[in-house]
């Protein structure tokens, strides 16, 4: 459906300018959009690439586990219905590391590989359990330390100061993360004291 938006909306700006007499401007516009697209995929690489490998570092060295060991209560908690050594949990927690450290990217297959395992869980049925509304609820939310992507952008856009937006952030993501959790536990124990399942 968003590949339909997307279309549909490049379809309807290159009719308009058609009809607007400003087709120059758009091809002018894809051209350098073009551009700056490769120029900041370059200058994205270098930045997750050195915090990719700080990660890779942070796994081999066990400091990763430590945090997730920390973190491995409150997750617990979080979502009851996971075992406590099941592979959701610790596909779930890789997931939650990355974000924190703001590596999007390295979060996605984690995240992936959790729903499927949470959906294992759920017997396979095609309507989403407690735990996978949860585990979306806080993906989306993405409580994070440092804004890994935001600063590399930042910097390549040649920011005065690109580390301000790390206070700032951490802040919005760690409201977002607690909004979303208590939402999320309202309306569950509102179904469950109505008799919802």
């Known amino acids: 459906m968003i590949n339909l938006i997307w279309v ?4 309807f700006g290159i009719v308009f ?3 607007n007499g400003t087709m120059e401007e758009v091809n002018e516009a894809v051209f350098q959009g073009a551009q700056e697209a490769v120029t900041l995929c370059i200058g994205l690489i270098s930045v997750l690439v050195f915090w990719l490998g700080l990660m890779n570092i942070a796994r081999h060295s066990g400091l ?9 209560p409150i997750v ?4 009851p219905e996971v075992p406590a050594n099941h592979p959701a949990m610790g596909y779930i927690l890789s997931n939650m590391m990355a974000n924190m450290f703001g590596l999007g990217n390295a979060a996605t297959p984690f995240g992936i590989k959790a729903m499927e395992e949470l959906k294992a869980l759920n017997g396979g049925r095609p309507s989403a359990s407690r735990s996978m509304i949860t585990f979306l609820v806080i993906n989306t939310s993405s409580l994070t330390i440092i804004p890994t992507t935001v600063l590399a952008i930042r910097m390549n856009y040649d920011s005065i100061s690109p580390a301000e937006i790390v206070l700032p952030t951490m802040i919005a993501t760690f409201c977002s993360t607690t909004g979303g959790i208590l939402i999320d536990r309202y309306i569950y124990y509102r179904k469950h004291r109505n008799g919802v399942k």
């Open 8 to 11: 549909f909306m490049a379809g």
């Open 76 to 79: 617990q908690r979080l979502f």
């Open 17 to 19: 300018a058609m009809f």
């Open 64 to 72: 990763l586990d430590t945090f997730a060991k920390g973190f491995r």
